[in-house]
T-cell receptor, first 113, second 112 residues
Framework: GAGVSQTPSNKVTEKGKYVELRCDPI?????LYWYRQSLGQGPEFLIY????????DSGLPNDRFFAVRPEGSVSTLKIQRTERGDSAVYLC???????????FGDGTRLSIL | QKEVEQDPGPLSVPEGAIVSLNCTYS??????FMWYRQYSRKGPELLMY????GNKEDGRFTAQVDKSSKYISLFIRDSQPSDSATYLC????????????FGKGTTLSVSS
């Protein structure tokens, strides 16, 4: 069956550019999460959606990061004025409902030159 | 001190060995505990999901939670080369819609 799908799998861009990362959750999953994983570290929470609304965005590092989920399915993580420190793997997870285990996609590997 | 501590390894064992992976944590409010397996350039894959103290077994895997000691373990019996991966412990305060707090992960290598 289809798992969480993330596109692109790799993204290389220059410092200062704008990037969008896409997440397609498992069909029927209402809860969606974004995490960021740096080399040698565990994933770190960014934001959680229940349906269309961001229920918890406490992990977003600053106002250059923003995420949307307009129809309660696909989500886009947007990063403005990218910095070299933003280089990491951005992981998306979804769960059937907010009280079910989270299942992860394979991530987008973002490199800022 | 980080909320979740996990020895990054690497840990190398021969095929067939019993593997013990561990995490300690500082926040006594954590209630839900998970183990994920992550292969290189892949996303974390859920292995075990437990609530509160006690043991849970699934095939060759056993998860243990000791809330009094703030210590969780994952045991892998009859380890296989295909078990070679990074193992991440994760925990959360509540079941519903809560951010997972991860350890750094332990890299395991099982040689045939």
């Amino acid at each position: 069956g289809a798992g969480v799908s993330q596109t692109p799998s790799n993204k290389v861009t220059e410092k200062g550019k704008y990037v969008e990362l896409r997440c397609d959750p498992i069909s029927g999953h209402t809860a969606l999460y974004w995490y960021r994983q740096s080399l040698g570290q565990g994933p770190e929470f960014l934001i959680y959606f229940q349906g269309t609304g961001a229920a918890d965005d406490s992990g977003l590092p600053n106002d250059r990061f923003f995420a949307v989920r307009p129809e309660g399915s696909v989500s886009t993580l947007k990063i403005q004025r990218t910095e070299r420190g933003d280089s990491a793997v951005y992981l998306c997870a979804s769960s059937l409902s907010s009280n079910q285990p989270q299942h992860f996609g394979d991530g987008t590997r973002l490199s800022i030159l | 001190q980080k909320e979740v501590e996990q020895d990054p390894g690497p840990l190398s064992v021969p095929e067939g060995a019993i593997v013990s992976l561990n995490c300690t944590y500082s926040n006594s409010a954590f209630q839900y505990f998970m183990w994920y397996r992550q292969y290189s350039r892949k996303g974390p894959e859920l292995l075990m999901y437990t609530y509160s103290s006690g043991n849970k077994e699934d095939g060759r895997f056993t998860a243990q939670v000791d809330k009094s000691s703030k210590y969780i373990s994952l045991f892998i019996r009859d380890s296989q080369p295909s078990d070679s991966a990074t193992y991440l412990c994760a925990m959360s305060l509540n079941q519903a819609g809560t951010a997972l707090i991860f350890g750094k992960g332990t890299t395991l290598s099982v040689s045939s």
